[in-house]
C-alpha cells in the first residue's frame, strides 16, 4: 500500500481519534524495587510532603488540636492517645498506603484507642478507578490491587469484599458500605476523570451496638452512581440534605495546599556537553492525565545522549521529530549542528509546554533554527504545512516511544514517507535519509512494525541492540556507542531502535 493511499485512508475516517499510548506490559514491578519501596515508603511519603510543603490551617491551635506524626503499622497509638478515648476515626485515604500485609497491624493500633461506642469513617481508592487503570497500564503493580505512582508513593484499591473481610477480621462490624462513582472535571488542566471510591462506616463487633447492626444497603442512582443508603451516621460522612461532600484525591491535593499552577515540576536532563531544564507534568498526576506527552520518557533520554555525543550524524541536516512531547530534548539535541529542527506532536497542551521549554533553553541564533509545529500523523493539513516549513524533505526522522497501538502505526509510517527526503543514490548507505525510531515493545511487536513499514516503502537497515540485520559487523547504530561502556548511559534495557530507510 503506498503511504498516499494510507494517508487517504486515515483521513476517509473522518476526525482522527485520540491516541493514548500506554504499555500492556504484565510483569509488574521487580521484587528488588517492590521491597525497596515498602522498606522506603517513609522517604517517599516525606518527599511528597516536603515538595507540597507541609502546610497547616490558617486556624489550626495546640489547644484543641493535638498533631503529631505516626506510623499506624509500627508505632503504638496509645503511647500518644489514650486508649478507649476516641468517639470516631476517620481513614480518608489512609489505608490504601499501606501495604495490605500491614494493614491489619493498623486496624489492631486503632482499636487500642477508639471507645466501645465509637466509628470508624472510611473513605478509600475502589477497584476500577481510572487511577488504577493507569497504573495498570503503565505496568506499575507490585500485588494484586497494589500499585506504586510514579514519585514512588504507593497506592492500593479496595473491593467491598475484600474490605469487608479485612475489618471483620480485626474485630469490626459493617456499618455502612458503598461505592461511590464521580466524574470529576479539572478544567484548568482539561483532565476528566471517572473515579470511583469506597465509603464506609465501621464499628466494634462486640455487641454493644447490636441496636445498629442492620443489614447494609445501598442503592443506585438514575446516572448508575451507587450512593450510601442514608443512615443514623451519614452526617460524619459527609452526606447532608442529599448533597455528597467530594473528599476526593483532588480536594486532598488541595488541602496540602496545591494550586493549578502546581501541577508542573522542573527536572535536568544533563547531556554531554549541555543540560536542559525541562518542565513536566508532575508524577502524582502522571497516573491520571489522558496526555501522554507531558511526561519525559526513557527513549528520549536514550536518543537525546546519543544525538548528544554523535553530532556530525545530524550536521548540516534538517531533522524531524514524531511526537516529540513536551520535552522535545532530542531536537534540541540536534539543533546545535543541524541546519534545521522540527519538533512536533499532535496534543496542543504538549506542544506549548514544549514551545515553553525550547524557548527557555535555547538562545539565539539556535533557537531560530528549530520549529515547533503541531502534527497529528494523517492528517493533510498538518503535513502541508510542515512542508511549507521545508518542501525538500528531512534527512533525518526521529521518533520516541511512539509505536504504542496498532491504530496509530500505518499513519506514522506513512506520514514519514510522505516528509522524508528522496534518497541519494551517490551517497554511502549510513548517508541515506533515515527514519529512526526507539521505544520499549509494548502493545505492538516488532513484526507488527515491520509489516507497517513495508507497507509504507520502508525497510529496516539495522536494529539494537541486535545489530545490522545482514551484517552485524557493519552496524550503523552501535558506532553511536562509545567504546568505554562506562559512557553508555542506557536507562532501560528494554529499550531498542530501529533504523529504517526508503526502499
Not at 539543533?335 to 533553553?361: C, H, I, M, P
Not at 507488527?448 to 552485524?472: E, H, M, T, Y
Request: glycine share 6%; hydrophobic share 40%; proline share 4%.
Amino acid at each position: 500500500m503506498e503511504s498516499s493511499n494510507v494517508l487517504k485512508a486515515v483521513n476517509q475516517q473522518g476526525e482522527a481519534q485520540k491516541i493514548q499510548i500506554y504499555s500492556n506490559s504484565k510483569t509488574g514491578v521487580s521484587p528488588f524495587w517492590r521491597d525497596k519501596y515498602e522498606r522506603d515508603a517513609k522517604k517517599y511519603w516525606d518527599v511528597f510532603y516536603k515538595r507540597h510543603q507541609d502546610r497547616t490551617h490558617k486556624e489550626f491551635t495546640e489547644t484543641r488540636i493535638d498533631a503529631f506524626v505516626c506510623d499506624l503499622t509500627a508505632d503504638d497509638l496509645s503511647k500518644h492517645i489514650s486508649p478507649s478515648s476516641i468517639n470516631i476515626v476517620t481513614m480518608i485515604f489512609v489505608l490504601s498506603a499501606v501495604s495490605p500485609e500491614k494493614m491489619p497491624s493498623v486496624l489492631q493500633n486503632i482499636r487500642k484507642v477508639l471507645k466501645p461506642s465509637g466509628y470508624v469513617l472510611f473513605r478509600d481508592y475502589a477497584v476500577g478507578d481510572l487511577a488504577q487503570e493507569r497504573l495498570t497500564d503503565k505496568d506499575q503493580k507490585i500485588s494484586e490491587n497494589f500499585y506504586v505512582r510514579g514519585d514512588g508513593t504507593r497506592a492500593f484499591y479496595f473491593s467491598n469484599d475484600f474490605l469487608m473481610s479485612l475489618f471483620k477480621e480485626n474485630g469490626f462490624d459493617v456499618k455502612e458500605i458503598g461505592l461511590c462513582c464521580k466524574q470529576v472535571e479539572n478544567r484548568s488542566r482539561e483532565l476528566v476523570m471517572n473515579r470511583r471510591w469506597v465509603q464506609a462506616v465501621f464499628c466494634f463487633s462486640d455487641g454493644l451496638n447490636s441496636s445498629f447492626h442492620e443489614e447494609t444497603s445501598s442503592k443506585v442512582d438514575l446516572i448508575g452512581q451507587e450512593v450510601l443508603e442514608p443512615h443514623s451516621a451519614e452526617n460524619a460522612l459527609g452526606l447532608v440534605n442529599n448533597f455528597e461532600v467530594d473528599i476526593s484525591e483532588g480536594l486532598a491535593f488541595d488541602m496540602f495546599g496545591i494550586s493549578p499552577s502546581d501541577d508542573k515540576e522542573m527536572i535536568e536532563v544533563k547531556l554531554k556537553g549541555c543540560s536542559f531544564k525541562i518542565k513536566v507534568l508532575s508524577k502524582e498526576y502522571q497516573h491520571t492525565c489522558r496526555s501522554t506527552g507531558l511526561m519525559l520518557w526513557e527513549s528520549a533520554r536514550l536518543m537525546a545522549a546519543i544525538l548528544a555525543r554523535n553530532p556530525t550524524f545530524v550536521a548540516g541536516k534538517r531533522v524531524l521529530e514524531l511526537g516529540s512531547g513536551c520535552a522535545g530534548i532530542c531536537s534540541m539535541a540536534a539543533v546545535g549542528s543541524a541546519d534545521l529542527v522540527v519538533a512536533t506532536d499532535g496534543d496542543q497542551r504538549a506542544l506549548d509546554l514544549l514551545t515553553e521549554n525550547v524557548t527557555s533553553n535555547l538562545t539565539p541564533p539556535i533557537l531560530s533554527k528549530l520549529i515547533t509545529k503541531r502534527l497529528e500523523w494523517g492528517n493533510r493539513d498538518h503535513i502541508e504545512a510542515i512542508k511549507d516549513v521545508n518542501n525538500g524533505g528531512f534527512e533525518i526522522i526521529l521518533g520516541t516511544d511512539v509505536t504504542y497501538i496498532a491504530e496509530a502505526i500505518l499513519p506514522l509510517f506513512a506520514t514519514a514517507k510522505e516528509l522524508i527526503s528522496p534518497s541519494n543514490k551517490g551517497n554511502r548507505e549510513d548517508q541515506q535519509p533515515a527514519l529512526i525510531l526507539c521505544h520499549v515493545f509494548r502493545r505492538v511487536d516488532e513484526p507488527s512494525i515491520l509489516s507497517a513499514a513495508s507497507q509504507c516503502g520502508f525497510r529496516i537497515i539495522d536494529k539494537w541492540p541486535v545489530g545490522n540485520p545482514a551484517d552485524p559487523c557493519k552496524s550503523i547504530i552501535s558506532s553511536w556507542f562509545p567504546k568505554n561502556d562506562s559512557e553508555n548511559d542506557i536507562p532501560c534495557s528494554a529499550l531498542n531502535i530501529m533504523y529504517f530507510q526508503v526502499e
